[in-house]
């Protein structure tokens, strides 16, 4: 069976820029998560999904948005790149909220 | 809004048994506490959830005390293996909005 799959594997972006990260999670897992995670740091969190539905949203401004579509997959978005944004991006599928979460191999963005 | 500390670092021995705890205040009431195993360049990967008491899986156990303020992963007879940086996980919900919580993670380092 497949894992929880993200793409791009890595981005290079620019400060300004726009950039759109994709998760697909584990199929018939209807809960996906978002973290960031700075080398040397634990992960933070972004956002969680359920349903399709926001079901929590971590410290992170506005420019950090997200949504999950009727398949359950999901996508990241971040606009006006800052270079602090630079880190590991993590997408997380679980059955349901709260129980064991699976994470894929995360997207790596560079802000230059 | 919750708040974890964890040790930052331990040592060991191969054959050893570890305990590390998480000390997390003001979590969910409803949510479990979850432990999470990372190494360099993957994603982390659960190890065991609980909500209260004792919890034993095939590769941890977890205490959890009645006021749920802390919780401790206990590794049996480690390994060389388990040398990895190790998260607890907790939820909390602040003005009607659902976070989750990782701590700073304890870097393990087991010898020979």
């Known amino acids: 069976d497949a894992g929880v799959t993200q793409s791009p594997t890595h981005l290079i972006k620019t400060r300004g820029q726009h950039v759109t990260l994709r998760c697909s999670p584990i199929?018939?897992?209807?809960?996906v998560s978002w973290y960031q995670q700075v080398l040397g740091q634990g992960p933070q969190f972004i956002f969680q999904?359920?349903?399709?539905?926001?079901?929590g949203r971590g410290n992170f401004p506005d420019r950090f948005s997200a949504r999950q579509f009727p398949n359950y997959s999901s996508e990241l978005n971040v606009n006006a790149l800052l270079l602090g944004d630079s880190a590991l991006y993590l997408c997380?599928?679980?059955?349901?909220?709260?129980?064991?979460?699976?994470f894929g191999p995360g997207t790596r963005l560079t802000v230059l | 809004l919750a708040k974890t500390t964890q040790p930052i670092s331990m040592d060991s021995y191969e054959g050893q048994e570890v305990n590390i705890t998480c000390s997390h205040n003001n979590i969910a009431t409803n949510d479990y506490i979850t432990w999470y195993q990372q190494f360099p360049s993957q994603g982390p990967r659960f190890i065991i959830q609980g909500y209260k008491t004792k919890v034993t899986n095939e590769v941890a156990s977890l205490f959890i005390p009645a006021d749920r303020k802390s919780s401790t992963l206990s590794l049996p007879r480690v390994s060389l293996s388990d040398t990895a940086v190790y998260y607890c996980?907790?939820?909390?919900?602040?003005?009607?909005?659902?976070?989750?919580?990782w701590g700073a993670g304890t870097k393990l380092i087991i010898k020979p």
């Open positions: 996980l907790v939820g909390d919900h602040e003005d009607s909005n659902y976070q989750l919580i």
């Open positions: 999904y359920y349903e399709k539905e926001e079901r």
């Open positions: 997380a599928s679980s059955l349901v909220w709260g129980l064991e979460q699976f």
């Open positions: 199929s018939g897992h209807k809960s």
